[in-house]
């Protein structure tokens, strides 16, 4: 006797328009913020009058846009939304918010926490110090720069490289990022370089059992982060990211 199907045949249509409006909006990437109709009909295998309706419909819904002047679509404002709500509900959020709190009131600067995206780190939560003359913040859902950013510096020393390749690749190409992660390894946090704005950021892995999670950071004007303040704020950082990598079970 046959096995009844695990879905309904009625619901084969609805299913197959989810799974192909979900396949096109995860052809976009950091590395390709921005694809035209005839890239999304090649990457996709579907046809042009399949990927036109596709793409109609999700504008439709907020989550793609249309550059008519470039002729290419990116994603829209309810793929921020969506990540947002995203973000909120992963449970290392909920971990880090005291200890992000605790961070900005023994640095009085403000405090960030990054997680990894599978190409770059992503800031999921901003705690900002609020004692000071001068306010410095990040929006979250930032993307940092792999490189330069002391987050993805920090990263780039932890991520296991054979499981990251746009990681490996980066410390292939460069001598001087092979440098950096050795440092960040040996110092145990990472410095932001350029320091665009005159903001300096120092950032300290955070690890669940034996691997990396994210990355926790200060930042504050070149000015306040310089000398002794540096290598005072450098500490404290360490031991708050230590207390966190604690509670989520690192040894």
Known sequence: MAEASEEPVGDAPAIQT???????????????????????????????ATAHRYARALRAANLLRFDVGTATY????????????ARAALPI?????????????????TSVLSIWNGEAPTVVRCMDDTTGDVRLSVRTGSLLDLTRSAQ???????LPTDEVPVV????????????VAEQVRRDGFAVNSPEDFGVRVLAAPVFERRRVVAALAV?????ALAG???????????????????????G
Request: proline share 3%; with cysteine; aromatic share 2%.
């Open 18 to 48: 989810v799974q192909r409006a979900a396949t096109i909006l995860q052809a976009f990437s950091v590395e390709r913020p921005r694809l035209t109709l005839n890239e999304l009909t090649a990457d996709l295998s579907i046809s042009r």
């Open 74 to 85: 990116t994603l829209g404002p309810q793929v921020l939304a969506m990540e947002a709500a």
């Open 93 to 109: 959020v909920t971990a880090a918010e005291p200890h992000l709190a605790r961070l900005t009131r023994l640095t009085n600067l």
């Open 152 to 158: 993805g510096r920090v990263l780039c020393a932890f």
């Open 168 to 179: 490996a690749r980066q410390l292939r190409l460069s001598a001087q990022l092979r440098k």
């Open 219 to 223: 930042l504050g004007t070149s000015a």
């Open 228 to 250: 002794v303040a540096q290598a005072t704020a450098a500490q404290t950082l360490r031991e708050v990211a230590r207390e966190l990598s604690e509670e989520l079970g690192a």
